[in-house]
């Protein structure tokens, strides 16, 4: 991460690491924790609501969810996380507003862009991520910080730079809008390098530091980090 940041001419503290944990048990979690890691990403709702408790005595981890989220899951996503990488509905939004306890900060959001155009792909169009996030950014207990998008698997490292660049490009956009946006969340294991030059801020990291999930694990969704 911070080779790829040097090479973009951009300081190495610019770009967050998010570790993926998805899959993985909750020891790993405070193992990686114990070498100064606070922000995990977690795609299911059940695992993040039971790492969440199994790992509650940890004060300071700030959990992330970046996967797909239905409606009647917003309630436990909002009282636990800190974090939603995967807005691509206003409802959603609207639920997790509501949600969100009085008694915590408000719920950092990121709305999800489908920059490949693939068809299995959650996220909004870029021409429709305009509506969405000024929609977002009106409403209370949230606070719209950046996009984030899961780009098309291809061995093509200038597809995957441009796929990156539609996210980087809309960013500014949105902030000429009058957004104060902030984030960029792309990049995972295989990529981060190229997503870390073309503007990510937030990198999602599973399998570079958890390694293979095993046989037999709970598969994730084929979008996901």
């Known amino acids: 991460m911070a080779q790829a940041a040097q090479a973009a001419g951009r300081p190495a503290e610019s770009v967050g690491l998010l570790a993926v944990g998805k899959t993985f048990p909750a020891e790993p979690i405070r193992e990686l924790y114990g070498h100064g890691q606070r922000a995990f990403g977690e795609n299911y709702v ?6 969440a408790q199994q790992l509650a005595d940890l004060g300071d981890l700030e959990w992330h969810f970046i996967g797909p989220l239905q409606s009647n899951k917003t309630r436990q996503v909002a ?7 995967t807005l691509d509905r206003l409802r959603i939004a609207e639920r997790l507003a509501a949600q969100r306890p009085d008694t ?6 990121c709305i999800q862009v489908n920059v490949s155009g693939e068809a299995s792909k959650s996220g909004v169009t870029p021409e429709e991520a305009p509506a969405l996030a000024h929609a977002v950014a ?7 910080r950046g996009l984030m998008c899961i780009p098309e698997p291809t061995g093509d490292d200038e597809r995957l ?12 956009r949105l902030q000429d809008q009058g957004l104060a946006l902030d984030t960029l969340s792309m990049g995972m294991s295989a990529d981060l390098d190229l997503a870390i030059r073309e503007g990510a801020t937030i990198v999602r990291v599973g399998t570079a530091l958890f390694g293979s999930r095993t046989p037999g694990a709970a598969q994730p969704a084929p979008q996901s980090p």
């Open 79 to 85: 009282q636990i996380a800190a974090w939603v990488h």
């Open 46 to 51: 059940q695992e993040l609501t039971t790492k």
């Open 104 to 109: 915590l900060p408000p719920l950092n959001v």
């Open 161 to 172: 730079r441009a796929q990156f660049a539609t996210l980087a490009t809309l960013q500014r």
């Open 138 to 144: 009106a409403l209370p207990r949230l606070r719209l």
